[in-house]
């Protein structure tokens, strides 16, 4: 199999299961109306089926995970001072947070997986949640 391919549905439902974390501050796979994955992706029309001749896989699978916009805080006096990340530090926390899990890494490096979506949101308490679709 060749590299993952970006996917701008999965990228969308993604998105939006990052969102609605950001929203309304939880972090799972299961939303709040109890749909996972597969679920969402059905409830924005996107089916994941693929058939190999003698069987066949249908679902999603994700990755998540949730940081924080700065790496520390500094305290001096009424000042706050923030280290924030940059987008590039954030992606590659991420990244290795699920590199470093076995399995999220599963996930990546699952050939039969050939499409990807990402999908970031900011929370107003500065989480950063990321959701990483596959099918």
């Not at 059905?42 to 994700?62: P, V």
């Not at 990340?85 to 999220?104: C, D, F, K, Y």
Request: aromatic share 12%; hydrophobic share 35%.
């Amino acid at each position: 199999m060749g590299p993952l391919l970006y996917d701008a549905e999965l990228a969308s439902i993604a998105e939006a299961h990052s969102n609605d974390m950001a929203m309304h501050s939880y972090f799972s796979h299961v939303n709040r109306a109890g749909e996972d994955p597969t679920d969402r992706g059905a409830r924005q029309g996107y089916n994941c089926r693929k058939n190999y001749g003698s069987h066949y896989t249908y679902g999603l699978a994700e990755n998540i995970h949730q940081g924080w916009l700065y790496g520390s805080i500094t305290y001096i006096g009424a000042a706050v001072i923030k280290d924030w990340h940059s987008a590039e530090e954030l992606a590659t926390i991420a990244v290795q947070g699920w590199m470093n899990s076995p399995g999220h890494r599963a996930n990546i490096l699952n050939q039969s997986y050939d499409k990807e979506g990402i999908g970031v949101a900011v929370a107003p308490d500065e989480r950063v949640y990321f959701t990483q679709n596959f099918c």
